[in-house]
């Protein structure tokens, strides 16, 4: 079956830096769009940056200049860089992956969230 994994989560000062990883794996013929969300306790599920194939990216307002999305399609992995952490920036991050399967059906997969935590 395909999956998505995500790695990379933690506890980090304000200002500090972290990278998150999430690698796609299994019968997968091309992985198409891939983006990061995130999720803080009692809010919904915001986009926060997203990059095709080729390399266009876009980001929520709120992390321009702080976060790069970036990939590595010859590993199926989608990373995200954040950098100038502050506790605003606190919340389950999940990984989106569009996948063509070998029968070129696409569909979405997600990640099982990994815990990003800013104290304030």
């Known amino acids: 079956q395909v999956q998505v994994v995500e790695s990379g989560g933690g506890l980090v000062q304000p200002g500090g830096s972290l990278r998150l990883s999430c690698a796609a794996s299994g019968p997968i013929f091309s992985v198409l769009d891939m983006g990061w969300y995130r999720q803080a306790p009692g809010n919904q599920r915001e986009k926060v940056a997203t990059i095709t194939r080729a390399g266009d990216t876009n980001y929520a307002d709120s992390v321009k200049g702080r976060f790069t999305i970036s990939r590595d399609n010859s590993k199926n992995t989608v990373y995200l860089q954040m950098s100038r952490l502050t506790p605003e920036d606190t919340a389950v991050y999940y990984c989106?992956?569009?996948?063509?399967?070998?029968?070129?059906?696409?569909?979405?997969?997600w990640g099982q969230g990994t815990q990003v935590t800013v104290p304030s």
């Open positions: 989106n992956a569009k996948i063509a399967d070998y029968g070129l059906d696409t569909k979405d997969y």
